[in-house]
C-alpha cells in the first residue's frame, strides 16, 4: 500500500505555469510507474501524463510540448510541470502509482486530488 498526498495547485493566469507535486508514503524506486489524471465538471477522466520506473514518459495530446512530468525516487516524489496554461486545463489533478501493461498505464493507488482554476 502507499498513501499520495498532492500540492501545487492553486489559480493562475492563462499563459501561467504550475507544479504539482506528489509525495509518497513509501520508496518508490524501481516499483511503480506514477500517473497523473485529471477530471473537470461535465468531462471524462483524462490521463494527463505518466512516467516509467526507469524515466521514460507518455502524455496526452492536450498537454504535450507544455506539461512535463517527473519523478524524484530519493524524494519519493513525482511533479507536474505545466506551462502555458490554457483554461480547458481547468480541472482537478489527481497523482497516482500505476503500472504499464502492453503500453498503457492502470493506475492503482489514487492521490486526494488537487484544485488547478486557470482564469483571467
Known amino acids: 500500500q502507499v498513501q499520495l498526498v498532492e500540492s501545487g495547485g492553486g489559480l493562475v493566469q492563462p499563459g501561467g505555469s504550475l507544479r504539482l507535486s506528489c509525495a509518497a508514503s513509501r520508496s518508490i524506486f524501481s516499483i511503480y510507474a506514477m500517473g497523473w489524471f485529471r477530471q473537470a465538471p461535465g468531462k471524462q477522466r483524462e490521463l494527463v501524463a505518466s512516467i516509467t520506473t526507469v524515466g521514460s514518459t507518455n502524455y496526452s495530446d492536450s498537454v504535450k510540448g507544455r506539461f512535463t512530468i517527473s519523478r524524484d525516487n530519493a524524494k519519493n516524489t513525482v511533479y507536474l510541470q505545466m506551462n502555458s496554461l490554457k483554461p480547458e486545463d481547468t480541472a482537478v489533478y489527481y497523482c497516482?502509482?500505476?503500472?504499464?501493461?502492453?503500453?498503457?498505464?492502470?493506475?492503482?493507488?489514487w492521490g486526494q486530488g488537487t484544485q488547478v482554476i486557470v482564469s483571467s
Open positions: 497516482t502509482t500505476g503500472q504499464y501493461y502492453s503500453g498503457s498505464y492502470y493506475p492503482d493507488y
